[in-house]
C-alpha cells in the first residue's frame, strides 16, 4: 500500500527536532491517535532520566517493548525517541507496519532546544555532535520521507514530488490536448511510450479503457502515467487498477483541479450510460508529480473551476489558502485533502465526507443543467448555500469566485438533490472546526437551492 495508507505514520530523528509537536498536529489532521513513546514510557514505567540510572540498555529493552505494543495496534501516529531506532527489531516491525518519516534538525538547534532539558544524552556538547553524527546514518537508510513540518509530511507520506520529471521507462496516457502543449521532460535513457486519449471529460468512457487494455503492452512490474486533467488521470488511474489485475501508476496532474483535488486519494473512475464516476476503484497512486508550470496554458474557466475547489478547501482548513502564490496554494491544499485521505483512505468512516463542502447543491446544479454547466462554477455556488445554511459570512465566495445566480430547469435540479441523499437531507456544513455533517431542514435546503437559480 501506499505511503501512510493503511499505516502508522512514524516519526523519528534526533531529539530536539521538535517529533512530539509536529505528531500532535498530525495526529489532529489525520483524526488518528497520537503516540509520543518517551511520554507512553514514562506514564507507565516512571521518569525515563532515573530508567537510564539503570543503564542504557535496560531503558532500550522498555522502549522497544513498548513500541512493539504500540505499532500492532491501531494506525497511530508516532513519535519515537531518538535512540528507538538502534533496535534492530524495531526498524524491522517499522519497515513492515509504518510509513517512517525522518523530521530533520540542524544539531546547534537541536541542542539549544535540550541543552536544559536535563536529558541524559544532552549533558555534554561535543558528546551530542557525536551522537547526532551516528544517528543521521541511521535515520538516512530508515526514511521514507524527510521534512520539518506536518504539511511537508502529509505530501511525502502520500509520495507527492514536486517534479515531472520521469526517471524511468513507462508508458504514459495523455489528454490529447495536454500532450500538444506540453511534454514531459525525463533525465536519463528513458523511454516513455504515449497513448493518446481524448481531451477532458470524454477520456472517461468503458470504449477509451477497452482500448487502453488492448493497446497497453505491460508486464506486472510495469507501471502507467496519467498526464491530463482529472479527466485523464481518473481513466488512466482506471486502467492501472484493472489491467493485469492492477499495475502501479503515478499522476502528473495538468489543471488545478486535478493537483489540489483529482489526482489526490486513491479514487479512479470512468462515467457510465447511468451516470458520472459510476464505475470505478480505489488505487493510489505511487506517486503524484506536481509541477505548476503546466497551469501557464489553462485555460481561465479551467483555472477558476480549480480555485472554487481551493476556496473549498481554505474553507474547511480555517486559512485562506486561496491567498497563496500558485506552488505555496497547491502544496497546503493537497496537504490537507492527503490528511483527510489518510484519515479513511476507503471512504468507510464518512470523514472524507467534509471535502463535499457545497458539493450536495453543485450536483443538483448540475443535473438541473442536463450537465452542461461546470463542475467549478456549480461548486462556487454550492459554496454559498452551504455557507448560508452555516449562518457564515459569504464574502469570500463572492470576493474570489464571485458566482452569479445561473439559468436551470429548477425542478430537475430539487428531484436530483433529493435523489442524491434518499431520505433525511445530510449536507456538510462548517463550523468553527472546519467541516461536519448534519441534517437540515428540506424547506430550508430548498430555500438556499432556489437562492443559487436564476429566472
Ligand atoms: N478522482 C477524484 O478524486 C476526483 C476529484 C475531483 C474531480 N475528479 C474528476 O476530474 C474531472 C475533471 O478534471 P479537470 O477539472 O482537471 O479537467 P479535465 O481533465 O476534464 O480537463 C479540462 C480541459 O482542460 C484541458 N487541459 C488540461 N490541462 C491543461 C493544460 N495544462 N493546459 C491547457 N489545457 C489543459 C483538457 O484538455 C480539457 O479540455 C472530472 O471528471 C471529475 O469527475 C476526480
Ligand atoms: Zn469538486
Request: aromatic share 6%; hydrophobic share 45%; glycine share 10%.
Amino acid at each position: 500500500m501506499v505511503g501512510a495508507v493503511d499505516k502508522h505514520l512514524a516519526l523519528i530523528g534526533f531529539m530536539g527536532a521538535g517529533k512530539s509537536t509536529i505528531g500532535r498536529e498530525l495526529a489532529r489532521l489525520t483524526h488518528r491517535p497520537f503516540v509520543d513513546t518517551d511520554e507512553e514510557i514514562e506514564k507507565r514505567f516512571g521518569p525515563i532520566s532515573e530508567l537510564f540510572e539503570r543503564g542504557e540498555p535496560e531503558f532500550r529493552r522498555i522502549e522497544e517493548q513498548v513500541l512493539m505494543e504500540t505499532l500492532a495496534g491501531p494506525t497511530a501516529v508516532i513519535a519515537l525517541g531518538g535512540g528507538a531506532v538502534l533496535s534492530e527489531a524495531t526498524r524491522k516491525r517499522l519497515r513492515r507496519t509504518a510509513f517512517v518519516a525522518w523530521v530533520t534538525v540542524d544539531v546547534d538547534t537541536a541542542w539549544s532546544r535540550v541543552r536544559d532539558s536535563g536529558r541524559p544524552l544532552a549533558r555534554d556538547r561535543e558528546q551530542f555532535g557525536r551522537l547526532f553524527e551516528e544517528r543521521a546514518v541511521l535515520y538516512d537508510v530508515l526514511a521514507q520521507g524527510t521534512g520539518q513540518a506536518a504539511d511537508h509530511l502529509l505530501l511525502e507520506s502520500l509520495h507527492f514530488i514536486f517534479s515531472s520529471e520521469m526517471a524511468s521507462d513507462a508508458v504514459v496516457i495523455a489528454d490529447e490536448r495536454v500532450a500538444q502543449l506540453h511534454e514531459l521532460p525525463v533525465v536519463g535513457p528513458v523511454m516513455l511510450t504515449t497513448h493518446l486519449v481524448p481531451a477532458g471529460e470524454r477520456a472517461k468512457t468503458p470504449a477509451v479503457v477497452d482500448r487502453l487494455w488492448n493497446e497497453l503492452e505491460l508486464g506486472r512490474e510495469g507501471w502507467i502515467v496519467g498526464f491530463g486533467g482529472g479527466s485523464t488521470t481518473d481513466v488512466a488511474g482506471f486502467t492501472a487498477a484493472t489491467y493485469l489485475r492492477g499495475v502501479r501508476w503515478v499522476a502528473v496532474p495538468t489543471t488545478l483541479v486535478g493537483m489540489v483535488d483529482a489526482a489526490i486519494g486513491g479514487k479512479t473512475g470512468i462515467n457510465t450510460e447511468q451516470g458520472k464516476n459510476l464505475a470505478g476503484a480505489f488505487h493510489f497512486p505511487w506517486e503524484v508529480r506536481i509541477d505548476p508550470r503546466f497551469l501557464a496554458t489553462l485555460p481561465a474557466e479551467e483555472r477558476r473551476a480549480g480555485m472554487a475547489e481551493v476556496v473549498k478547501t481554505g474553507l474547511l482548513a480555517g486559512e485562506p489558502l486561496w491567498e497563496l502564490p500558485d506552488d505555496d496554494m497547491i502544496r497546503a491544499c493537497a496537504a490537507f485533502k492527503s490528511a483527510v485521505v489518510i484519515s479513511d483512505p476507503y471512504e468507510r468512516e464518512g470523514r472524507r465526507a467534509v471535502l463535499n463542502l457545497g458539493h450536495t447543491f453543485a450536483h443538483a446544479l448540475e443535473a438541473g443543467s442536463g450537465y452542461e454547466f461546470r463542475h467549478g462554477d456549480a461548486v462556487a455556488l454550492g459554496l454559498l448555500a452551504a455557507l448560508r445554511l452555516s449562518g457564515r459570512p459569504t464574502d469570500v465566495v463572492q470576493e474570489v469566485l464571485a458566482p452569479e445566480p445561473v439559468r436551470v430547469d429548477r425542478d430537475r435540479a430539487w428531484d436530483a438533490l433529493l435523489h442524491d441523499k434518499k431520505g433525511a437531507l445530510n449536507l456538510v456544513l462548517l463550523g468553527d472546526e472546519g467541516g461536519y455533517v448534519a441534517s437540515v431542514p428540506e424547506r430550508d435546503v430548498k430555500r438556499a437551492l432556489d437562492e443559487l437559480i436564476a429566472d
